[in-house]
């Protein structure tokens, strides 16, 4: 064995769940930002943790809004994803940009994308600085899943993004 950065060691462990965190922007429009650092945390109550830089216009809205939905995009969202990741949504409106299809969630003022396979309505609990980012601990309000659509994955490290195939 020889000695790895993290970088190549997030290499070794893909696929890696891939993520939509969707918060609310100051102008009631929602931002979206595409992360991988994300966990189940606690079955009861159900609660999830991501990770996001301390510097991430996410994280900041999060923590000031208390609200979340974490979101497992679907594959139509691939190249949009990549997009997302790429611009900062403290200067750009990337549902805009990108023409995301978007959709309402009952009982929540932030939307989601319409092509979503997994959706995780949360309230933050807590935060935690660890490092050069911020987890964010939330319990999850509730869960909403589309079993006919397939969710995105990062590979090899955060290098690629297309959904698992088994097999």
């Not at 595409?34 to 189940?40: A, E, G, L, R």
Request: aromatic share 4%.
């Amino acid at each position: 064995m020889k000695e790895l950065n993290i970088m190549e060691a997030t290499v070794l462990t893909s696929p890696n769940p891939l993520t939509l965190i969707c918060s609310q922007n100051e102008d009631g429009t929602t931002n979206l930002a595409p992360i991988c650092f994300v966990s189940y945390l606690s079955f009861n109550p159900p609660m999830v943790g991501f990770a996001a830089g301390k510097q991430s216009h996410t994280g900041k809205r999060v923590r000031e809004t208390g609200k979340v939905i974490v979101t497992v995009p679907g594959e139509s969202l691939t190249q949009a994803v990549v997009a997302c990741g790429s611009s900062t949504g403290a200067t750009s409106h990337k549902v805009e940009e990108n023409h995301i299809e978007m959709t309402s969630v009952e009982g929540s003022d932030i939307q989601i994308p319409a092509d979503t396979r997994l959706a995780m309505v949360a309230t933050l609990q807590q935060t935690v600085e660890v490092g050069d980012h911020i987890m964010h601990i939330c319990q999850v309000d509730k869960f909403l899943g589309d079993e006919s659509k397939q969710g995105l994955y990062a590979w090899n490290g955060f290098g690629k993004v297309a959904p698992a195939v088994e097999g």
